[in-house]
């Protein structure tokens, strides 16, 4: 579980993104919504160890992230995905790029590929990846490449920063049946400011606003909250 | 030595004494932009601030300051350094750091907000990080490099002032080129000013050749 | 932080060795005799030869800076340079007075040469006095007739013109005919030539340039009277005061002097300029002297 506590944020000085925020992420999937500017990629930065709050304290299973160790937070962090709403690929092929996660963990190309490859497979987007190039693609075609690269680590815990802004309809609906089967075994925490489409699958709902949390809850009190 | 070889000489002694400078720059500009890039302090945009103003520093005070400081009654003055190559190295790579540092910290700033962030939201230690983003950005380093390197070959200030002109140690492009025009010796000046250029040019279009091949 | 100690480790590293070998490089320097040179001497190529000889002679390795008199005084004030070679009095007797220099001695002399356009607005052709030549000149450029091109730049050349016109109690500075180009010889004179200008030259340059074709448009008017006579000092760096290389500097000061280098002074430009462009001291040292003196005291 990784539980943010009494969370302060702000950069180099300016007004607090976030205040006194309270959150907790274990199995299941957690919208977390807003209005534009509200923090929510701040908190899921937060949340997914990428930045260090300014005041408070980020626990995961319990244990202070940010007191550990160099290679005990490599090891936690391992565990926990970010994917950035703005998506970005790094110089080279698709195949180079779904399967750059595995190369940092050291797995052999084999391993990695068959799990690439399923995903592929499921969102129907082969002809992508047999892309040489990343250079050219459009940015849904990448936001649906660093998806698949996330997806296929099977992390522990998966911060999707509006996954679904530039993906092309079509595909939506794909996006969420992947996630609602990996749903079960991970905690994923999706943030958008159109909920819409995830509170039918997703189990909690954060609506954050000015930094502060204002409503914290089932999905369905969300859903009606919204409608 | 004959004529051509003097020319020769001079041109070999160019090449050699400004990359040196740009080797020597670059072991403190790059990690200094790294640094300064993946700071989060508030003096950070300042410092910038400041070396982006330097780029614009003359040559020729760059040349006089380190002339100063290398004098025999200068505070290096005990390291006998004045009037030797690598005085000019020391004053060519003082001269090109705030544009080294300028220009790869907008790279390096670029490359961590992107790649450093992305590397680490998928599990990458601090070095494989730091890795992808020096592959990500190294053919652009290569080119400030180069950029680097073009002002430190053209410079004349810090060479006449901390070099001397003296031949056969010191003389370098610039320096010959300016004594050719004192000199009246006009058709000799522009000799060696197309000499100059085209080391400028061949360095240039073989930075560009590795450039490709890492991309 | 790790990738960034060890990049930063390695820059380090770099340095220190990159220090330690320019150290190790140059301790070795101390058999180089380093000579700050006025550029007439040099630029003439009457130097190299000079040096070529002496090296020869005497295995010693010489660097030479073509600098300037200004400049070469200044380093030597310095203790940067082992000897310097000028042409300019009131500035060397500055730098004497401060015991900065030792052991001067007069080697070589020629003239400097007032030159104008063919024309001669100011009508000063044939004047045995370049003072009165110099008030002429000044007036015509009131009467707006005259233009005159000062080199500005603090070199022999420069202080000889400055002194001209104290002496003839005339106060140039901020005169709109009156143009300090702040550059060296060279383009003083192509300035010279191309605005149909007066100025004072030094005769090396002048004869160098006129060969080539450069400045068709300037004639000399007047290469005649003590005040131009230009004088050709070498001087030694106070050992006292800095780490000279004093016994090589003696020898190439001595050498100077020679009666082998003086016939040398003396033979130089006749192939190449069919004019002889220095005159060797030794003969006239008295005279030489007292012309020195007075431009000392004058400047």
Known sequence: MIELRKIWFSYSGDRHVLRDVDAQFDRGLTVVMGPNGSGKTTLLKVSSLLYKATKGKVMVDGVDYWSLKDP????????????????????????????????????????????????VELLNMKHLAEERAVGGLSIGEKQLIALVRALALKPRYLFLDEPLAHVHLSKRR??????EDLKDSSAIVVSTHDPLPLLSVADEALLIDEGRVVFRGRAEEALRLVL | MTMCGEILDVVARSLLISSSATLLAAAWSIPASVKLASSRSRWRDPVVGVFNALVGFPAVLVGLLVYLAFSRSGPLGWLNLLYTPQAIIIGQAALITPLFISLSYELFARAIDNYWELAVSLGASKLQAYGLVVKEVLGEVLVVVLVAFARAIGELGVALLVGGNIKGTTRVLTTAIALEVEKGEFDKALTLGLLLLLAIVVVAMSSRLIKRRLS | MNAFKVAAAAAFTVIVVASVYCMLVTSSNGGVLRVATTTSLYYTGLLDRLVDDFS???????????????????????????????????????????????????????????????????????????????????????????????????SGTHERELALWREAGLNVEGCEWYLDVGSNMVKALLVSDNLGAYTLSDVGTYIKLRSEGAVDRLVVLINEGEELVNVYSAYIVNPNKFKVNYGMARLFVEFLTSDECQAAISSYGMGEYGLQIFHPAKGVIPMLTLCWQKQALGG
């Open chain 1, 72 to 119: 005990d937070k490599l090891r936690v962090r391992r565990e926990v995905i970010y994917v950035h709403e703005s998506p970005r690929v790094i110089r080279g092929s698709v195949l180079d790029n779904l399967a750059y996660g595995f190369k940092l963990r050291g797995l052999r190309e084999g391993e990695a590929l068959r799990e690439v490859l399923r995903l």
């Open chain 1, 174 to 179: 794909s996006v969420v049946r992947v996630l």
């Open chain 3, 56 to 154: 020869r002679a005497y295995g010693i390795t010489i660097h030479l800076m073509p600098l300037g008199s200004g400049q070469s005084l200044e380093l030597a004030s310095r203790g940067d340079v082992d000897v310097v070679l000028s042409h300019a009095p009131n500035l060397e007797k500055r730098y004497l007075d401060g015991g900065f220099l030792v052991e001067g001695r007069i080697f070589a002399f020629n003239y400097f040469v007032v030159l104008g356009p063919k024309e001669d607005p100011a009508k000063i052709s044939g004047l045995a006095d370049p003072v009165e030549a110099f008030k002429r000149i000044y007036d015509a450029g009131l009467r707006g007739e005259a233009v005159f091109v000062s080199r500005g730049d603090r």
